[in-house]
C-alpha cells in the first residue's frame, strides 16, 4: 500500500524551529515533482516548496530563507526544516509526492499526500 506519511507537527514559539518529516512507503520518491503544501482554516492550500524531477528546488516567497526542503539519498524520506518560525507559518502542512516532472505548483498532479501535519506558531 503506498502511504506518505508526515510527523513533527506541534506547537513552537515564534523565532524558533521545527522539522517536519514525510516518509515513503510503498514506493520511492522517483523523477517527479515532490514537495509541501499548507492550509490554514478558510484559506486555499497553498505550496510551500518543492524538488522537481531535476533536483531543481523553490521555494514560496513567504518561506524563502527560512524553511528548506531536502531527501535523503535513499529517496524515501523527504524533510521540511523551518526556522524563524512566524504566526503566519501556522497550518495544517501536507506533504505531496508523484506530481509532474518539472513544474511542481498545480496540486492536482500529485498522485500522493501525507495525512497532514498541524503546525502552530504563538508568541
Known amino acids: 500500500q503506498v502511504q506518505l506519511l508526515e510527523s513533527g507537527g506541534g506547537s513552537s514559539q515564534v523565532g524558533g524551529g521545527r522539522v517536519l518529516t514525510c516518509v515513503a512507503s510503498g514506493f520511492t520518491y522517483g523523477s517527479a515533482c515532490v514537495g509541501w503544501f499548507r492550509q490554514d482554516p478558510g484559506k486555499e492550500r497553498e505550496a510551500v516548496a518543492f524538488?522537481?524531477?531535476?533536483?531543481?528546488?523553490t521555494y514560496a516567497d513567504s518561506v524563502k530563507g527560512r524553511f528548506t526542503i531536502s531527501q535523503d539519498n535513499d529517496q524515501k524520506t523527504m524533510y521540511l526544516q523551518m526556522n524563524n518560525l512566524k504566526p503566519e507559518d501556522t497550518a495544517m502542512y501536507y506533504c505531496?509526492?508523484?506530481?509532474?516532472?518539472?513544474?511542481?505548483?498545480?496540486?492536482?498532479?500529485?498522485?500522493?499526500w501525507g495525512q497532514g501535519a498541524q503546525v502552530t506558531v504563538s508568541s
Open positions: 505531496a509526492a508523484e506530481g509532474a516532472r518539472y513544474l511542481c505548483l498545480n496540486q492536482r498532479d500529485y498522485s500522493y
Open positions: 524538488i522537481n524531477g531535476e533536483g531543481r528546488i
